[in-house]
């Protein structure tokens, strides 16, 4: 997950916005994804984001992707103890269409 | 019942020991693949397989080897485990057809913890 960074830890009150940040280095990358990981279990995919879009907003979730300085963002709105997890940034890289993933953002939500 | 399902979920062995992690699915999707996570590093790629007849090595392969027995099984093997094998590794499938190579959703099974003495 070198190439693709994001920060480690990120703690939230109950109510307000999350926001995780990425930058990955790949600018031939096509489709750029948020996971998700709950305690004790695998990732789940959250949303993702074409490269030729800026924004994509689904419910509570607005990502935004600004190409030329390679970062995404993740922005949760009235953010909820269920939003508590792992999320982690991953690219998907043209040539061999594998994913990446950064280290992960562990949210922590308090009350 | 899970989708992909790694068997066993948690494990704990002693140095130079053989270890095998399976993982079956019912998706009937063509791609598997097998990545270690370890805390501050996310996850990375062992080794991954397009179809039965193909396995191809991912960023940390040295140490592990694979077998795709069938389309539904993968199973990732240690030959002689060592401490810094310990870690939660995970199974995880893709749809090789068009529309899931575009979005690129791949399909976690639970894990499986391993801890090498």
């Known amino acids: 997950g070198e190439d693709v960074e994001q920060s480690l830890f990120l703690s939230v009150r109950e109510g307000d916005s999350s926001v995780i940040n990425c930058t990955y280095t790949?600018?031939?990358?096509?489709?750029l994804y948020w996971y998700k990981q709950e305690p004790g279990a695998g990732l789940q995919l959250l949303t993702y984001?074409?490269?030729?879009?800026d924004m994509k907003q689904d419910q509570r979730l607005t990502v935004l992707l600004n190409k030329k300085d390679k970062h995404l963002s993740l922005r949760i709105a009235d953010t909820q103890t269920g939003d508590s997890a792992i999320y982690f940034c991953?690219?998907?890289?043209?040539?061999?269409?594998?994913?990446?993933f950064g280290a992960g953002t562990t949210v922590t939500v308090r009350a | 019942d899970a989708d992909v399902t790694q068997t066993p979920r948690n494990r704990i062995t002693k140095t130079g020991k053989r270890i095998m992690l399976e993982c079956s699915q019912t998706?009937?999707?063509?791609?598997m693949y097998w990545y270690r996570q370890d805390p501050g590093l996310g996850l990375r790629l062992i080794y991954y397989?397009?179809?039965?007849?193909?396995?191809n090595k991912g960023e940390i392969s040295d140490g592990y080897s694979v077998s795709r027995q069938a389309q539904a099984k993968f199973s990732l093997s240690l030959e002689s485990a060592i401490p810094n094998q310990t870690a939660l590794y995970f199974c995880?499938?893709?749809?090789?057809?068009?529309?899931?190579?575009?979005?690129?959703?791949?399909?976690f099974g639970e894990g499986s913890r391993l801890t090498v003495l």
């Open positions: 995880a499938t893709s749809d090789g057809q068009s529309s899931d190579r575009a979005t690129g959703e791949l399909f």
């Open positions: 790949d600018s031939s990358s096509t489709y």
């Open positions: 984001i074409f490269s030729n879009m």
């Open positions: 991953a690219e998907i890289r043209a040539n061999d269409y594998k994913l990446s």
């Open positions: 998706k009937g999707h063509d791609r």
């Open positions: 397989s397009f179809d039965v007849k193909d396995i």
